[in-house]
């Protein structure tokens, strides 16, 4: 930590009633050296049944950086054999595993940082030390908070992290700004307890800093009924469900608001790690060459870079780089927040499972900085080879056409109908959408008013239960033809009269890549035989 | 489950406003056989860094079921081999461990019930079908609840259930009814978020069914300010800090007046297997001769057995069988307060850590109920052990008498003392306890009555007052001489100003035979010093 950065400033005055009542309570008493604890009712770790846990483990590079292919027997020993037998891998390639042991008790020269003896037993709501430490190192290493006494805080993962979020900082009755898309499970939570949110337009470059001053700077609270909000949340990463990422730019000007207006911004990002280059029709596509340090460093900051008075709380988690079963994660945040969840955790939490914070601790620790920054980059590969199935799946039975030259975004009709011309290709449009910066999702938004029903349906009822009516429609042929997305309507963030827009969620991020591709052909074909 | 036993009668009207609005919410779509799922943002399992997880395990043997001493060198190999160089054991002794494999794919003919596949992956906040059915199962053994439609649901430890027990049940304002002392914990979780505990006087048989009646009848809400509590907590197996267990006729009464009253029980029970034999003097304990499903039907049977209506919730918890650390846990309730929690879990915890249910899962299935029973059978004996060492040493420094042979109170003097005439030893006993009935703690209520300036101060100030500052004097003498106990005053449920007694609990769960011993010396000597 520098000693020229400032620290956090203070931002008491944001804590919800139930937060300022919490503080963290000595956790029993250690015993100094000598003395004999008979406080805490802990289990002689004697009597634990584990003894020890071996854990095989992929290395870093197992998988390529430029992937062309999927490894059609995957990654591990057994994938290895299968891939140097079938000529998909040189025999030379090195074994992709490793392995580390987890004893019950660590000795003085072993490879291991984490025992058993103390992740079976109570450890501190902060986590094992190990652990902490570890996560502290990689936050430093990759944000770079631009403040002083920044914290790190272990949780059980993104999804409980943000519901402690909600109970520091907002009351009943309390509300939140976030993107006009959000992501569905954390409205449904902050839903549930009663808030509010508030939307603000989006863009290709993330969440617009100008409505957000707009919808700040007017606000209205005798017509809207409650306060103006005091909390921004956003995935600033990579969106979900838009598949887009909020640019560096974007990032700070939307700081820049927050400190005007004095907000606390909550920056959940699974899908930091997942940054793409950007989407090309090559089939041989152009791969930059960069070490792992500078593939790092290429990656589009995070709200944390920018936040020189501790008012981001990033919701960092393991889900998507190790496992989602791991429920393991991170806070990063100023000390008064921190020490806020922390207390909330000693009632709520207690702590992380050890055995999710030895065996990913211990992985981690093996990997080291160096490794972790491989492994992720591996993955990202392959989450963005898997985006290139579903993009280019698209153009295999759709035509897609760029509309706007200086607009990422990218324009399907029935194959045949892009040759007519461009007023009469314009209504017959299916729908839109911009190849995902990343992530797991593409997002597209179906051109509903180009549906030959559309306009009788709208002069019978109203535009909107039209909308509603060939959306249903549209829903259930796609469901019936055995293709399951997510349905836009369930990420509106704010029901507007005005809205328009009818959106579906496809998920890339997993199943074989024949699957993949043949979703994207039956919801294509789907599509055009709907408008038809 | 027998179809004649009842259902669970509707007892809606006890949930807290909170646990009205919660329904637990689909879960993204399960696509169906053929379909391709394109919902949620799973990640692809094959890019979980584990591709296998080994562990070592303690067979259920690994404790003997009579030890008359600690074994010198552990349970485990390393243990076993310095057992048998050293002739602590004989060399035909079976090796205490197995092995199991946690592989990334489960094979059809694999031995295990459990694959990092889903383990490491999202699962239903009712936790990995496996380990589920293994926790149905075991309750279904052990406790066989009274009613036909009972449930459970995995957790993360039992202090995040009763948190959420507190959700579901109570509103801000309301209180429950527990024993005079009870578990600081739990009480300060509940006193955090406004709720009041009401004291119930408790025996050596338990919370008193007599005195719950008298509190519940004579209930005045304008005097007290708050309604009459609808909640009874308690810790049926052995209690903490008091280390005695509620007998099964008082759990049977408690029952009754909990029907009566339209009550709920929540029942929080680590402590459950560790019900020891009783104390006795002799150096040669007579050792029972049972099988092991002979000692399980042993146990004083839980709150569950009794329960006909649905309204008993139980916490249970694997923190004393495996270890705090897997964070792991189950309730056992009816169906309306489970699918609650069940809500309630699905948005603040999603589910327990896969690496703990996998690990924890396997283990119990390799055990099987007969192996599990076996263990837990010998994990008692070693805190039984632990009892005897610690009230051992009590003798060994006090003179410890039996006060009325009704009564399991033992009475402790300075040594020689008690050989004086009876009324005047009467006015030197320096403290009293019951010996455990198993669990983890012993209870010391200390006769500061005795002490030779307490009349003086309290004739000064207030006998309250002198009692508090003696309990400061004595707390800091038992701190500085090397002793860590824990205050009794943390576990008082109810202010109570007639409060005459002072308590110390001390725990003799872990750490070594000799610190134990010396940790009971310096207390003994210290508190004859203190009376002098």
């Known amino acids: 930590m520098s000693e020229k950065l400032p620290n956090a400033v203070d931002l008491s005055h944001h804590l919800s009633d139930v937060a300022k009542t919490l503080e963290p309570r000595a956790q029993g008493q250690t015993p100094k050296p000598g003395n004999i604890g008979m406080d805490g009712g802990v289990p002689d770790t004697e009597y634990f049944p584990i003894e020890s846990i071996n854990v095989t483990y992929l290395k870093p590079a197992a998988f390529p950086l430029h992937p062309t292919d999927a490894l059609p027997h995957g990654p591990g020993v057994l994938g290895w054999i299968a891939n140097i037998l079938t000529g998909k891998t040189s025999k030379t390639t090195e074994a992709p595993t490793g392995q580390f042991i987890i004893p019950r008790r660590l000795r003085a020269d072993d490879e291991s940082k984490f025992e058993l003896k103390s992740a ?275 153009y295999n039975s759709l035509d897609v056409r760029v509309k706007d030259n200086w607009s990422p975004t990218l324009t399907a009709y029935a194959p045949g109908d892009g040759q007519m011309s461009e007023k009469f290709t314009q209504s017959k449009s299916l729908m839109s959408f911009v190849p995902p910066d990343g992530g797991m999702f593409v997002w597209f938004n179906i051109h509903l008013h180009n549906h030959p029903r559309y306009k009788r349906l709208a002069h019978q009822t109203s535009p909107a239960a039209a909308k509603t009516q060939l959306s249903n429609e549209l829903w259930t042929a796609i469901t019936e033809a055995g293709v399951i997305f997510r349905r836009g309507e369930l990420f509106v963030a704010e029901d507007d009269d005005e809205e328009e827009d009818v959106f579906l969620r496809a998920s890339f991020s997993s199943g074989p890549k024949e699957d993949l591709e043949k979703g994207m052909k039956i919801f294509a074909t789907t599509l055009v035989k709907f408008f038809q």
Request: net charge neutral.
């Open 120 to 394: 079976l037993q109570y450890s501190p709501t902060t986590g094992l030390p190990a652990a902490e430490r570890i996560i502290y190192e990689w936050v430093a290493r990759v944000h770079k908070p631009a403040y002083n006494d920044w914290k790190t805080l272990i949780d059980i993962g993104a999804s409980s992290a943000w519901s402690s979020c909600l109970t520091i900082l907002l009351n009943p009755g309390d509300s939140f700004i976030t993107d006009k898309y959000a992501y569905n499970a954390a409205l449904m939570q902050a839903h549930t307890r009663g808030l509010y949110s508030v939307a603000v337009k989006t863009d290709n470059d993330g969440l617009s800093a100008v409505d957000l001053e707009r919808v700040l700077y007017g606000w209205d609270e005798k017509a809207r009924g409650f306060k103006r909000p005091r909390v921004i949340y956003t995935q600033g990463g990579i969106q979900n469900p838009t598949g887009l990422l909020i640019t560096a730019q974007r990032k700070k000007d939307i700081y820049d608001v927050a400190v005007r207006y004095d907000m606390i911004i909550v920056e959940d990002d699974p899908y930091y790690f997942q940054q793409a280059t950007p989407y090309s029709r090559s089939t041989v596509r152009e791969t930059k060459k960069q070490t792992d340090e500078e593939w790092l460093d290429s990656l589009v900051p995070s709200f944390l870079q920018f936040d020189y008075e501790g008012r981001v709380l990033r919701l960092d988690t393991f889900s998507k780089s190790v496992g989602p079963g791991g429920r393991l994660g991170y806070y990063t945040g100023s000390p008064l927040l921190l020490r806020k969840l922390e207390a909330l955790h000693q009632s709520f939490i207690s702590f992380p499972s050890g055995f999710s914070q030895a065996i990913v601790g211990e992985l981690l620790h093996r990997f080291g900085q160096e490794g972790f920054t491989r492994w992720l980059r591996g993955i990202t590969a392959q989450y963005e080879l898997r985006r290139n199935w579903a993009i280019d799946a698209l």
